[in-house]
RNA sequence: GCGCCCGUAGCUCAACUGGAUAGAGCACCUGACUACGGAUCAGGAGGUUGGGGGUUCGAAUCCUCCCGGGCGCACCA
């Protein structure tokens, strides 16, 4: 997979003076990475001389300042600045460049072939989505339109939590105090009710857990009984409810595939646990030693009783995934919590000596706590993530009152805006970090924010509308006229290198801040740079080009993350 | 007790993974012309990067020891 990949944004100026520094110092090209100035007005890359002073027998002040006299590279200005060389790109040629670049459709894309499996969201069935599983949602969402414009064949995987010991408890309580009417209301509510009441009653009751344990069971054994009847309604039941969150994320899955899924792969997997012999039984318990993998505790794959377990699932899951797949990636959307599971999940794919255990990569996200404490539901200290969502569209529709009464679909605008400030407020944060869920900052619509993306765009389109006349053909248009904008261009040509860290590293967070300063710059561009209404037909022809350009940049971006596009708002 | 993650402006977060004077937003203060949308823009104030020691040309970033917070540590998922 060694093909070039393409040059978009500031990428072709940044292999020239690579190129061209490469040959003056005499260093391989690889050793020449390109840094950004500290302050943008000293040009667009910075090359810190101190690690060639030694190679060149120069101080790196002396070296920087001879290469400032020396090189010579096209449309490219350099200048010393102590130990650093500034290189700053020719006003014209910058904009030419970057407007031609980002007009394409396929902008900060690439052709790699190489298949990636993403697995998120993975919510439990019988429960309400609250806010924990807002945060492997969106990402999972984002990380796979991300893959997905750089050409994988992506696999968005849904592996609900519909198997486990939880359902038999479920059953059961489902047995004692179960209502049909209260079911075919309000489904969620009714199952969560029970669930809690489980919970409550168990310790008091101790016939509760030997039926819960004994539906599980029944489940497990494979037959067409009624428990799994019981089963198969809440799981459909669930699914509707899921599936009505996820259309207002425009999530769709390729597939759906929950626990229960590699139901009947589970005996295989322990065979060929046993097979490779990596299997002992401790307690009663089966279970895969990892001391000399580093791992203190055991994997337990199936318990004394008999059942399986979570990891049993999920080997199923992994071996099953890779056998029909043969993926070059398969990355676990999953909460840190997780980390030893998936940690004991490759130390015991790697016991058996598989190759692919390396292609395996949980992604980990910090946990969203509220002010008053860890996220429970079971005490009742949750916020549902369907409540978030309303409340936030609500709030944007009354902003919408506000500022633009006018406006006409205004249920969609204030749903999108309201989705918009939720899912950018998620992306905007470096994954591992925990975030304390705060209202009033997860519904801000001002400064570093979706709307603020969103809005930009809206004006963008608005000058296109009220313009009349379609944008003007890259050929047909005067550059010069934007060199102005160079703040602007930058930003935008910065975008496809944000696009490809944000892949190698998982973190959607970096498109997230190249876009607020695309927005940034646009906003001043658009202040500073009137189109329309100029009387002079080359200048607006140019800047409506540029304006064009801003709105399709910010269209992708957004569109990456998941973060939807009003043309007015 | 052991392991992993985190600690940066009053608050929420950045800082190109070792580079230049640590940057944004919120909140606070000042300002924006009958110009394409004021969900915007321009400016001000705000810092001993939790603390000590070390590594080197150079540390918020790396190593080490403390302090503080979070998560996890086999028959739940």
Request: net charge negative; charged share 25%; aromatic share 8%.
């Amino acid at each position: 997979m060694t093909t070039t990949p393409p040059l978009h944004g500031l990428d072709t100026f940044a292999l020239t003076i690579r190129q061209a520094v490469s040959s003056a110092i005499d260093v391989k090209i690889d050793l020449i990475s390109l840094e950004r100035p500290r302050q943008e007005s000293l040009g667009e890359f910075a090359l810190p001389c101190f690690r060639f002073a030694k190679q060149a027998k120069l101080a790196p002040p002396a070296l920087a300042s001879k290469l400032a006299d020396e090189l010579a590279i096209e449309n490219v200005n350099c200048e010393a600045v102590g130990p650093f060389l500034n290189f700053r790109i020719d006003a014209n040629s910058l904009a030419r460049s970057i407007v031609t670049s980002a007009q394409n459709d396929n902008y900060a894309g690439d052709n790699q072939d190489l298949t990636t499996l993403v697995e998120f969201s993975s919510p439990n069935i019988a429960k309400p989505m609250h806010i924990g599983h807002m945060r492997t949602t969106v990402i999972g969402a984002a990380l796979s339109r991300i893959y997905s414009h750089l050409g994988h064949d992506v696999k968005r995987i849904n592996h609900l939590g519909d198997w486990g010991s939880q359902f038999g408890k479920l059953v059961a309580a489902w047995q004692r105090w179960g209502s049909e009417d209260k079911l075919n209301e309000l489904p969620i509510a009714h199952l969560l009710e029970l669930y809690v009441r489980y919970h409550e009653e168990e310790k008091n009751d101790k016939t509760l857990a030997v039926d819960a344990k004994k539906y599980f069971q029944q489940l497990e054994s494979g037959e067409d009984n009624q428990t799994r009847a019981t089963w198969k309604q809440f799981t459909a039941l669930s699914l509707t409810e899921f599936d009505k969150v996820y259309a207002r994320f425009g999530i769709e899955f390729d597939y759906v595939r929950g626990e229960s899924w590699y139901e009947d792969q589970l005996d295989d997997m322990i065979t060929w646990l046993d097979e490779c012999g990596v299997t002992e039984l401790s307690d009663g318990a089966t279970i895969v030693n990892l001391e000399e993998q580093g791992i203190k505790t055991p994997s337990l794959v199936k318990t004394a009783h008999g059942t399986t377990l979570y990891a049993t699932r999920d080997l199923a899951a992994a071996k099953s995934r890779w056998e029909e797949f043969k993926f070059d990636h398969s990355l676990y959307v999953v909460g840190a919590e997780q980390t030893l599971h998936f940690q004991q999940l490759k130390a015991v794919l790697s016991r058996c000596g598989v190759e692919w255990e390396k292609r395996m990569e949980h992604i980990p996200f910090g946990l969203i706590r509220l002010t008053e404490g860890k996220l429970s539901t079971r005490e009742g200290r949750v916020i549902a993530l369907v409540d978030v969502l309303n409340r936030s569209v609500e709030l944007a529709a009354k902003s919408i009152e506000q500022k633009n009464p006018d406006l006409p679909n205004k249920e969609t605008v204030a749903e999108q805006v309201g989705l918009g400030a939720i899912v950018f407020h998620d992306l905007k944060h470096q994954r591992q970090k925990d975030v304390v869920f705060d209202w009033k900052e997860v519904l801000s619509f001002e400064g570093d924010t979706g709307p603020y993306l969103q809005y930009t765009h809206a004006r963008c389109c608005s000058i296109l509308r009220r313009a009349e006349k379609d944008v003007p053909q890259l050929d047909d248009i005067d550059f010069s006229v934007l060199e102005g904008g160079r703040e602007l261009w930058v930003a935008i040509g910065r975008l496809p290198q944000a696009v490809r860290e944000a892949a190698a590293k998982r973190e959607p967070m970096l498109i997230a801040n190249a876009l607020l300063k695309v927005a940034a710059a646009g906003n001043g561009f658009y202040r500073d740079n009137q189109v329309l209404g100029t009387n002079d037909d080359n200048l607006e022809k140019a800047r409506l080009v540029a304006i064009d350009t801003l709105r399709k940049t910010l269209a992708l971006g957004m569109k990456l993350l998941g973060v939807p596009t009003p043309q007015e708002m």
